[in-house]
């Protein structure tokens, strides 16, 4: 399907914006995760794509596209754009964010890049999806984390920092009912910078139980 018309407000196609928006952060992020949200969508099926500048908000550019399998979301946050206090956004912020189901399971990224230079970054999605399913060739993730993680949704969050320092976490748990009264086992594992951590424990019906984490593998150790 052609794009809807709402493409003839843009300057570029929208694949070649958000590339050039990551070229700054590309030596520090995953590369399978850069395809995953630069990817150009304009082939695949039942592709739509809106553009719409925020009346209520004026500064703000949403847009919005669609496929057979995924959607794909920016905001961009232009001079007009009045801060409201010291957390909120800035002329020069820009998000984007990715939901892709078709072909690799559900995978949700979703980058937020300041005006000052940084950038953060979630990816949820299933460990299975992250470390068997192929992206291309490759799986999307790689690492120990995936040796001690078992089935079931994960996280990882990147930091880059202005000066282009990297922070990198990791995070799985489950939490299971033993089949007795009010009885649960949580298996948790984490990664750090590179330093996993895993732990086991049972408990009852408790708000922010967390067992006992011990590292199982580390830079150090190999």
């Known amino acids: 399907m052609e794009p809807t018309k709402e493409t003839a407000v843009q300057e570029r ?48 550019i949403h847009t919005t596209e669609t496929w057979d399998g995924g959607t794909r979301n920016t905001r961009k946050f232009d001079e007009r754009y009045q801060t409201r206090d010291a957390w909120d956004h800035k002329p020069g912020d820009f998000d984007m964010g990715t939901v892709v189901d078709k072909g690799y399971r559900e995978v949700g990224v979703s980058m937020h890049i300041k005006a000052d230079g940084s950038l953060t970054q979630e990816i949820n999605c299933t460990t299975e999806t992250a470390s068997r399913a192929t992206f291309d060739t490759e799986p999307l993730m790689k690492g120990e984390f995936f040796k001690y993680a078992g089935q079931g949704n994960m996280t990882e969050n990147v930091r880059v920092s202005p000066d282009r320092q ?44 967390m067992p006992e984490m011990r590292v199982v593998s580390s830079p150090t150790q190999k």
């Open 166 to 209: 990297v922070s990198r976490n990791r995070h799985w748990s489950e939490d299971k009912w033993l089949g007795r009264n009010d009885r649960y086992q949580m298996r948790v594992v984490t990664e750090d910078n590179g330093v996993v951590r895993s732990g086991v424990g049972e408990h009852g019906i408790v708000l922010g139980y």
């Open 13 to 60: 196609p929208q694949h070649e914006v958000l590339s050039e928006k990551l070229t700054p952060f590309k030596e520090k992020l995953n590369p399978r995760v850069v395809e995953l949200m630069t990817a150009d969508r304009t082939k695949e099926k039942d592709y739509k794509i809106e553009v719409v500048d925020n009346q209520y908000s004026p500064g703000i």
